[in-house]
Structure formats: structure tokens, C-alpha cells
């Protein structure tokens, strides 16, 4: 994919992680007996123009579903250094409980002996009363030594034992890591279920069809969804990243599986090996919902006639909307969500110009009615886009606002350009349906008016560090 004129990519970032040594480390994993495991992370999560994560630590992906799960506990195994900064963000975001952590040091990790106190902490935690599942994250280091998680017992007192391997060297970002442990606990489910009669979820699920949604979405987006899909007779069922053990069963008793965040790949599989069909984009906008209604229904063997009475329906409010909330602003998109081309296609419907999007995330099947539709209207779509080649399309496209991680939005402020950070705009808000239409345009719209004030900010601290002084101005 080449970009477009004015955008101009800069070459490829060297290849460094949090020990700067990748390669040393997937070489160390391999002699470990680690291959298989990082042969599959890498089929599975293709790298990019980057092969290392540029923001937070993957494994925050795997223990945020973790630690988002009733009866689940979770325990971490690797360096204290990345367990400290690891439970630090948890708590932050509000984990509201303990996150278990086996310490070692250079001897019991090569005596094997981390391996032996890991099975001692999952034994002690394994009380089926409180948990019906317990995860073992293994962090770089213990990867890199191949301490076999794969060698715990499967269950301990009908508790399920979970080991992955979430290496900053082999998965390249924390979005991805929620579906290592999300695909690994639904292969899990499935062969309980495939064996026998398992668990319902606590919530009864709806009669007839249901489409169990992929992602973790605002909480309003579901019932939006579950809105747009009633008049062809189809329910939701409970969502992956799942909330509960049990909720994986109903999850995967489902008709469809709706990849709306399209980097699940272990998820996916897992689904299209129970013979559910998948269907990929999302019900952004007006032309990214009637496509998705259109797809989902043919998926669900629905009539024509069916099918266009719930896009009428839909349809129509999600126009009114994108009339009353219209926006002409020029736009740079960037985010590690994988949301990020969803949110795109809804901002240039409504009026937006977005020449530029990148995403962290790889390209997949799932997402391709996305990127054909945004590249048709001249965006140039970056997957695994680096921060340089988002800091080089700001700069080239000199956009009124810019939507994109903490450090473009840093980058973006130097300069003067209002930013907003993307996690924040999407996390707290709908992007489904009507609702997002109402919500993301009108944000938009308030961020573009602090250009001015930006710009007084900018003279103020102007060349910070160098001998020019200040201007005296308040802002
Ligand atoms: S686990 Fe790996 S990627 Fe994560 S903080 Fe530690 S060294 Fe970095």
C-alpha cells in the first residue's frame, strides 16, 4: 500500500524492546523449547513496519481480561520490574483485586525451580469455592527461559489452569494479548463443551439465533447493537473478551461470531472450529451498518425482504443523526485500539476529512470492507504504523485536530495542533449505531476550537530549554 501525495513515510524503526534485545531473547525462547509457541504468535500476529511493541506492555491485554473476569485469579511470573509496572496499570484502571506474582531470581530460574514454585502457587490458589480458572501469565524473561506453563496440570479440583506465554518479543501489542488469553480460554471452553454438558451463563440466553460480539466495547454499544439486529429476529449473546468462565459457553453457542475488533485471530479460530460463521466490520456510520445488517443476515440465512426492514430502521435515525452532528474538520487518526478504521469510516461519513489512519494492529481479513472503503476515498490506510510514520502523516497532512496515542498526541500539542487521545475518545463513548454518530462528531467539533488556544500555549513555552525566554502571557 503506497501513501498518498503529501504523506511521506519514514523508513522502518529500529527493532528494540524493553531488555533492546529482541532477537536475543526469541533466540534464548527457542533453545528453550519455546518454537512452536512463537511460530504461532507469529502467524497469528503478524509484525509490521516495527517488530516491538511502541507502547505499554503487551501482557496488560492478557491480565486486563484476566482480572475483568468473575472467579478467574490471575497470577504473573516474570521480572518484578514489569510485574510492578504491570500491576500498577491494573490498579489504575481499577482491578479492585490482587494479582498474584511468583518472584525469581537468577538461580531458581535455571535450576527449574520457578517452574516448581509457579505449580506450588497454582495449587494454593486453585480453591474451586472462589475460582473456577486460574492464569499463569508468563512475562519475557520466563518465556525466554522456557519455563513450561504448558506442563501445569490442566484442572486442579475442577478449576481450569490456564499457562500462556505473553512475551514482549512475540506479541506485538497489549490489544493482541487480550486475545492470546481470550482465544486460549475459549479453546478450553469449547472442548468442555465438545466433551459434555457444561454450565449455563448466569444471564439466560436469548431464544433462536444469536451473534456473539468480539471486542471490548463501551457499554452501551451491545444493546445498540442488539436494537439493530431485532427486526431479523437475532439476539446477542455474552461477548469475548467473556466476563465469566461460563459466559465462554454461551459466547460460543452462537450463530455468527461479529469480529467488530478484527485482530481476534486465536478468538476467531476458535469459533470457526465450532462451525460459526464470521463476519467482519461493524455497525459504524450509515454505509459500514447497512453493509454489516446485509452481511449478518445473508451469514444468519435471513431473508432480503427481512434484512432491508432492519436497515430501514436503523438506517434512518443514524442519518438524522449524522445530519444534525455534521463536521468539516481535517483529521489524522492513530490508535493501538483496533477500532481505529471503525472510527475513521464514522468521522468521514459525517462530514470529516481524513487523509491519514494507522493502527497498530495487522491487517486482517475482518477489517477489509474497512480499508477498501477508506482507501477508496483517498485515506491512506497504515497498519502497524510505527509513531514516526504517525508523527510524519501529521506533519504532512496538518490536520485541524489529531485522534492518536499519548505520544502523537504529545508530539501533536509541541506543535500546536489540538489532539485528543484515542482510547479516550472510544472507551467513553458509543460508536455504534445512532449513539455514535451523535457522540463522536460533536467531540470532534469541541477539540477543534482549542487550535487558538494551542497555538498562545505554544508562544508561551516556546523552546523549552534553550535560552529564549518565555513570553510573559497568561494562557
Ligand atoms: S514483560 Fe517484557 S515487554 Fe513487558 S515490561 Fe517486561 S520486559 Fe517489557
Redesign the pocket.
Known amino acids: 500500500m503506497s501513501p498518498p501525495d503529501g504523506i511521506a513515510m519514514p523508513a522502518k524503526p529500529a527493532a528494540t ?3 533492546g534485545g529482541a532477537e536475543t531473547m526469541q533466540d534464548a525462547a527457542r533453545a528453550a523449547g519455546k518454537s512452536a509457541m512463537l511460530d504461532r504468535l507469529a502467524a497469528d500476529y503478524p509484525k509490521g513496519p516495527h517488530d516491538q ?1 511502541q507502547s505499554m ?4 491485554g492478557s491480565l486486563r481480561v484476566g482480572l475483568r473476569m468473575r472467579r478467574v485469579a490471575t497470577i504473573l511470573s ?2 518484578a ?2 510485574v510492578y ?2 500491576t500498577f496499570t491494573s490498579h489504575f484502571y481499577g482491578a479492585r483485586r490482587s494479582v498474584g506474582y511468583v518472584p525469581f531470581d537468577s538461580e531458581t530460574l535455571v535450576t527449574g525451580q520457578l517452574f516448581e514454585d509457579i505449580r506450588k502457587a497454582v495449587r494454593e490458589t486453585a480453591r474451586p469455592a472462589e475460582y473456577d480458572a486460574v492464569v499463569v501469565i508468563n ?3 520466563p518465556t525466554a527461559s522456557g519455563v513450561p506453563l504448558d506442563l501445569l496440570p490442566k484442572e486442579i479440583d475442577g478449576v481450569r489452569i490456564i499457562g500462556i506465554d ?4 512475540g506479541v506485538p501489542t497489549h490489544a493482541e494479548a487480550k486475545d492470546v488469553l481470550a482465544g486460549t480460554m475459549l479453546r478450553y471452553a469449547r472442548t468442555e463443551a465438545e466433551a459434555g454438558a457444561v454450565a449455563s451463563p448466569r444471564t439466560k440466553l436469548a431464544d433462536g439465533q444469536r451473534v456473539t460480539l468480539i471486542g471490548e466495547l463501551f457499554p452501551a454499544d451491545p444493546p445498540v447493537v442488539a436494537a439493530m439486529l431485532a427486526p431479523m429476529g437475532l439476539a446477542i449473546g455474552p461477548q469475548i473478551p467473556a466476563r465469566e468462565w461460563r459466559d465462554l459457553y454461551g459466547a460460543l453457542d452462537c450463530s455468527i461470531a461479529a469480529a467488530v475488533h478484527p485482530f481476534y485471530t486465536a478468538s476467531i479460530r476458535e469459533f470457526a472450529a465450532a462451525g460459526r460463521a464470521i463476519v467482519g466490520s461493524a455497525p459504524v456510520g450509515e454505509s459500514a451498518t447497512a453493509d454489516w445488517l446485509d452481511a449478518i443476515g445473508k451469514a444468519a440465512n435471513i431473508s432480503a425482504k427481512t434484512i432491508d426492514i432492519a436497515k430501514a430502521q436503523a438506517l434512518a435515525p443514524i442519518r438524522a443523526a449524522m445530519a444534525a452532528n455534521p463536521t468539516t474538520a481535517r483529521l489524522i487518526v492513530s490508535g493501538y485500539e483496533g477500532s481505529e478504521l471503525l472510527v475513521a469510516r464514522l468521522l468521514m461519513e459525517a462530514g470529516a476529512t481524513v487523509p491519514y489512519v494507522g493502527t497498530a494492529l495487522p491487517r486482517t481479513e475482518w477489517s477489509e470492507p474497512d480499508r477498501a472503503w477508506l482507501e477508496a476515498q483517498g485515506t491512506h490506510v497504515q497498519y502497524r504504523a510505527s509513531l514516526e510514520q504517525d508523527i510524519a502523516a501529521m506533519r504532512d497532512v496538518k490536520p485541524d485536530l489529531a485522534i492518536g496515542t499519548t505520544p502523537l498526541v504529545q508530539a501533536a500539542k509541541e506543535q500546536g495542533t489540538p489532539a485528543v487521545y484515542f482510547t479516550n475518545m472510544v472507551s467513553a463513548r458509543p460508536v455504534f449505531g445512532t449513539a455514535g454518530v451523535a457522540a463522536l462528531p460533536g467531540i470532534v467539533a469541541t477539540q477543534c476550537k482549542g487550535r487558538e488556544r494551542f497555538s498562545r500555549m505554544v508562544g508561551f513555552f516556546e523552546a523549552p530549554g534553550s535560552t529564549k525566554p518565555a513570553k510573559a502571557e497568561v494562557v
Open positions: 524492546g524493553c531488555h511493541p506492555c503487551p501482557a496488560f516474570g521480572s520490574c514489569c509496572g504491570l512475562l519475557c524473561v505473553v512475551p514482549g518479543f
